[in-house]
């Protein structure tokens, strides 16, 4: 397989005053097109900030970053929006909705940057719900739906604009065991059956398993790959 | 295209923050309702004034009186005029002039017993032809040569002793009140009307009268008759002015003088509303950091979160226009006199709303929309989306 991700001696160092602090040193890593990779490591070890980074809301202090063939290290902010719009979707730790907005508005929020139609909107984020299997809760208002399906929202939002790269932060992180295991299998099947390309943060050792590749991060560096 | 946050987004957050968005709305509101009061007021004295001239009709005074009441005019010079061509004439071929002679006289407020000037207008026979608008509402019109005048409901309304049977005293005589006159929403309203020979006689004039007023057989020829009365050499030093200019100016300096002083108020109050916004604003961006980092995730521009924000201020402050103009629109029920600097006599008015007070009055209030909610929506904008996400976590 062809590498989506191509992370080429970056670094990233963040400053607390006059103070240096550096995150990630040197880190140079591919992830094949079609690939579910788990990102794990302690606390600060720099996981998070690699996922910032390739999912374009952070830039690197040195290196590049190609992501199916954009080097978005390069690109303005305004271009750097319109590349997440089209190539990321997000899955957040504590799901990120919109709490004013119903499941439907909330999946259908992203399609707003897009020149659908009303009704391939619709048709878009009806298909999507009903695949995370809400399409009995569209109506919904985060608040009225579970923390699992207030993330099989999310999953619905990440996925509803068919992007390149599906980043997960943490997903089953805020969730209990049975609902964690919901989400897993949700992604498992996001990967395999419809081949999205998976990065994703866990503390999780049972989440990273679903994973086909896991790679550890220390102080900034990769200290291990592969399953 | 900026704008591409749906906008129930902004309208479901601003209910969704009840207290907070009621509290904005109350002080926009408030500002709104004492900017429309203002431009209201000022309005409601031009509406009167303009509406007490004709365009059809031409006034002349003494150059560089600033009213009739500094005016003097002989009869000789008003004989004159009454011979132009131009002037309309009634069946008799007699010319539709009045010369009036305008004084002043204290009558006492029936609520607070304060004194209040008020304007004697003494008529010749041709006022009545050439203001229709004034009707005798009870009683009967004065006798030529009686010392009795009508007054204006206006003025019978608030000042004491002017019911018709009743008697007041203009100059150093007694007068009786044998009618009472309405004139709609104009200054003669506020007047005191009776024969003008008497008034001449009662205030020792000579002949000399305030002003001349005729009406055009043709309007379109003011500027004609106009040139002809300057050119005339024995009336070089009249000011001719169709009546409803002449009014309008009337109306002038007590207008700007009253959207002057009301404006500075309302800009210093709508300071407090700006704030009120700005606070509100600024606590919204704060409560929705972690969604503003998501929707920056999601690909939205700062443009965008910029929009939106400024979109919720701009909703907030519509919303206080609606309510503001709608209380202030019940003004227009109420009804006060007061002194008119320009006349220096009692001018009963309204307050009067048109689509001009309403379009600067939604004006206004989005400006302070924009005032309120531009640094909040800035920040907003500003932010970084990596800490905006962290604030979440």
Known sequence: MSALVQVNNISKVYYRGSIEIPVLQNLSLEVPEGEFLALMGPSGSGKTTLLNLISGIDRPTSGSLVIAGTDIAKLSESQLAKWRSQNIGFIFQFYNLIPVLTAYENVELPLELTNLTKKEKKQRVEAMLNIVGLGDRMDHYPKQLSGGQQQRVAIARAVVTDPTLIIGDEPTGDLDRKSAEEILVLMDRLNKEFKKTIVMVTHDPHAAERAQTVLHLEKGELISGGK | ?393
């Open chain 2, 1 to 393: 295209m900026i704008m591409k946050i749906p906008l129930s987004y902004n309208w479901r957050n601003l209910l969704a923050r009840r207290l907070t968005t009621g509290l904005t709305v109350t002080g926009i509101s408030l500002v709104v309702f004492v900017f429309a009061a203002v431009l209201m007021l000022a309005q409601g004295i031009e509406d009167t004034l303009v509406a007490t001239g004709s365009e059809d009709n031409v006034i002349l005074i003494r150059e560089g009186s600033q009213s009739e009441l500094m005016s003097s005019l002989t009869r000789e010079q008003i004989d004159l005029v009454s011979t132009f061509p131009e002037l309309a004439r009634d069946n008799d071929n007699q010319p539709l002039l009045t010369a009036d002679v305008v004084t002043m006289i204290n009558l006492h407020k029936k609520q607070s017993g304060d004194m209040g000037n008020i304007a004697v207008r003494g008529i010749s026979p041709g006022a009545f032809d050439l203001r229709p608008q004034v009707r005798l509402e009870s009683g009967r019109w004065f006798k030529p040569g009686q010392l009795e005048v009508v007054i204006g409901n206006k003025i019978a309304e608030q000042f004491e002793n002017t019911a018709v049977g009743d008697q007041i005293e203009i100059g150093s005589k007694k007068w009786e009140v044998v009618g009472i006159l309405e004139a709609g929403k104009t200054g003669f309203a506020s007047e005191i009307w009776g024969d003008a020979d008497l008034v001449l006689s009662e205030f020792n004039r000579q002949n000399v009268f305030s002003s001349a007023t005729f009406r055009l057989s043709d309007p379109a020829e003011f500027e004609i008759i106009k040139t002809k009365l300057e050119t005339e050499r024995r009336l070089q030093e009249l000011d001719v002015k169709r009546e409803q200019t002449y009014y309008k100016e009337q109306s002038q300096f007590m207008a700007t003088f009253i959207s002057a002083l009301g404006l500075v108020i309302t800009v210093i109050f709508s300071f407090g509303a700006m704030i009120g916004a700005m606070i509100t604003m600024y606590a919204a961006v704060a409560n929705r950091t972690v969604e503003i980092g998501t929707l920056r995730a999601l690909g939205f521009r700062r443009r965008s979160i910029l929009t939106a924000f400024l979109i919720e201020s701009l909703v907030l402050s519509l919303i206080g226009a609606g309510i503001g103009l709608g209380l202030a629109s019940f003004l227009q029920m109420v009804s006060f006199s007061t002194t008119n600097f320009g006349s220096f006599s009692e001018l009963a008015f309204g307050f009067s709303l048109n689509p001009v007070i309403v379009l600067s009055t939604v004006v206004f209030s989005l400006v302070m929309g924009i005032f309120g909610g531009f640094l909040p929506a800035v920040r907003a904008a500003r932010m970084d989306i990596v800490n905006s996400l962290r604030a979440g976590g």
